[in-house]
């Protein structure tokens, strides 16, 4: 049976664009996502803010997968091909802001 387009999974709209801008911004200039366990408090990701709240976003939505392994407890993540398109996408929409439209999305999401 062929796929409809109603069968396609649906993303979730994004939970605060601007912090998952400065996450993909890391991801990107090559900073992995590390998942220790299944515990949220032991997510990282350097230099984005925040990034523990929307690790379960990125990955649910296809926008990160895994890429290494550190023994049974740490799982590194890297942007998939979806996440570098997101990506792509959201700094071709933040250039099209204005200074108030910024302030404001990074206040209020």
Request: charge should be positive.
């Amino acid at each position: 049976m062929l796929p409809r387009s109603d069968d396609a999974p649906r993303r979730e709209p994004l939970p605060h664009r601007w912090h998952v801008l400065q996450m993909l911004r890391s991801m990107h200039a090559g900073h992995p996502f590390i998942h220790l366990w299944d515990l949220s408090c032991l997510t990282h990701l350097e230099g984005a803010p925040m990034a523990v709240h929307y690790f379960g976003f990125l990955e649910r939505n296809g926008y990160i997968v895994p890429c290494a392994k550190e023994g049974t407890r740490a799982h590194y993540y890297t942007l998939s091909a979806d996440g570098v398109a997101l990506y792509e996408a959201g700094e071709r929409w933040w250039r099209t802001l204005r200074w108030p439209q910024k302030y404001f999305v990074i206040w209020y999401g």
